[in-house]
Structures are given as structure tokens and as C-alpha cells.
């Protein structure tokens, strides 16, 4: 079966640089899930999106934003990354039908 | 506002032994509870979920669950580990229809022969 699809799976940014992680739901998904998971950390909801639109915000700093495209995949966008931006960051999809799935995650590393 | 916290950061079981992660959540109405297993530097794999009906859920992987509304409690046990079963679990709660998460710390398993 389809599972969620996030690209790339590593990457590496030197600060103040922009990042762009991609995420592309399983089919006929419409609601995407961004997280972000720190070393040694649980996952925090970033910010997610329902039929392209966005649908709720968490902890997400101003320095990210993201949207969810006609196809549904989703992008999210980092500037001038930090140290702390260093993360796991995880993308999740679901139909609203009681199934929520993650993606195996993007690590991203600011040196 | 949903929170869920995993008292034991750490727990060693023995290969063969059973195994109880706890589990406590804090929501004002029935939530939907989730449990994750994450391997390191891997993505996050649902074990089990509870969203209503009979309060003991069966999972992959041979695990179960079971929730206690009064004791706002989600415990995850299996009666016999294996030596695989090594890695991090993490409770979830969320709203019903909403999967904006959170999360618990997590508990680290670590499976000794």
C-alpha cells in the first residue's frame, strides 16, 4: 500500500540559509500534518492543512510556512535556519476516517 | 488543553518478559488515544488507536492497550517481549477528528537477553 512520501529524506543547511521539505500524502488524503521532533524530543505539531487550506497552526516559528498544493502534497518552508531548527521533521496525512499516517521524516541538520 | 504524560522514561525488560508502558492523558472529553513505536532515526509506526467502544484495543506487533476513563489512564502492554521490540513509544491523544496531536515524552525500551 501507498505510504506517505517525504523528500528529502536528510539535508544539510548551514545557518541563515532556507530549507524546503516535501511531503505527498497517500492518494485521496486531503488533510496533511507537519511535526517537528527535536533530538531526544516528542513530536510537536507544527502546523497542518485541509483541502489546501490551512486548518490549524501550532508552535511553528514565523520563520516557517508551508502550503498544501491542488495535488495535495504539501511543502514546508524554512529561512534563516538556526542551530535549533536541527530536527525530525514529519509529515502525516488522513481522510478524516479514523487513519492517520506518518512519513518517515526529513532530518534536517543546520551546521 | 490535551496532554499526555509517560512517567517511565526508561524501562529494560528481559527478552521473554512482559512489558507495560504507562500512559496518562489529560482531556475533557473521551479523546482519541494513540500509541507509536519510533526506531532510531526512524519515522513514527502506529501501534494501536483508540477512538471508542470496547476499552481493550488490540495492536500490530502482538501489543494491546487498554483505556480507563477513570483513571484517564492508555497503558500499553505485551505479555512476551522480543529482542526487536527495542525502541521508543510514544502516547497520543487528540480530539475527535482532529489529528493534531500530542504527545508524550516518550518511554525508551531496551530489551536485554
Known amino acids: 500500500a501507498a505510504g506517505v512520501i517525504q523528500s528529502p529524506r536528510h539535508l544539510i543547511k548551514e545557518k541563515r540559509e532556507t530549507a524546503t521539505l516535501k511531503c505527498y500524502p497517500i492518494?485521496?488524503?486531503?488533510?496533511v500534518y507537519w511535526y517537528q521532533q527535536g533530538p531526544g524530543q516528542d513530536p510537536q505539531f507544527l502546523i497542518s492543512?485541509?483541502?489546501?487550506?490551512?486548518?490549524d497552526k501550532g508552535s511553528i516559528p514565523d520563520r516557517f510556512s508551508a502550503q498544501q498544493f491542488s495535488d495535495y502534497h504539501s511543502e514546508l518552508n524554512m529561512s534563516s535556519l538556526e542551530l535549533g531548527d536541527s530536527a525530525l521533521y514529519f509529515c502525516?496525512?488522513?481522510?478524516?476516517?479514523?487513519?492517520?499516517?506518518f512519513g518517515n521524516g526529513t532530518r534536517l541538520t543546520v551546521t | 488543553a490535551q496532554s499526555v504524560t509517560q512517567p517511565d522514561i526508561h524501562i529494560t525488560v528481559s527478552e521473554g518478559a512482559s512489558l507495560e508502558l504507562r500512559c496518562n492523558y489529560s482531556?475533557?472529553?473521551?479523546?482519541?488515544l494513540f500509541w507509536y513505536v519510533q526506531s532510531p532515526g526512524q519515522g513514527l509506526q502506529l501501534l494501536l488507536k483508540y477512538f471508542s467502544g470496547d476499552t481493550l484495543v488490540q495492536g500490530i506487533k502482538g501489543f494491546e492497550a487498554e483505556f480507563k476513563r477513570s483513571q484517564s489512564s492508555f497503558n500499553l502492554r505485551k505479555p512476551s517481549v522480543h529482542w526487536s521490540d527495542a525502541a521508543e513509544y510514544f502516547c497520543?491523544?487528540?480530539?475527535?477528528?482532529?489529528?493534531?496531536?500530542?504527545f508524550g515524552a516518550g518511554t525508551t525500551v531496551t530489551v536485554r537477553a
Open positions: 502525516a496525512s488522513s481522510s478524516g476516517a479514523l487513519s492517520l499516517h
Open positions: 492543512f485541509y483541502e489546501k487550506m490551512q486548518s
Open positions: 492518494p485521496r488524503h486531503d488533510t
Open positions: 482531556y475533557g472529553a473521551t479523546p482519541y
Open positions: 497520543a491523544v487528540g480530539a475527535p477528528n482532529d489529528y493534531k496531536l500530542s
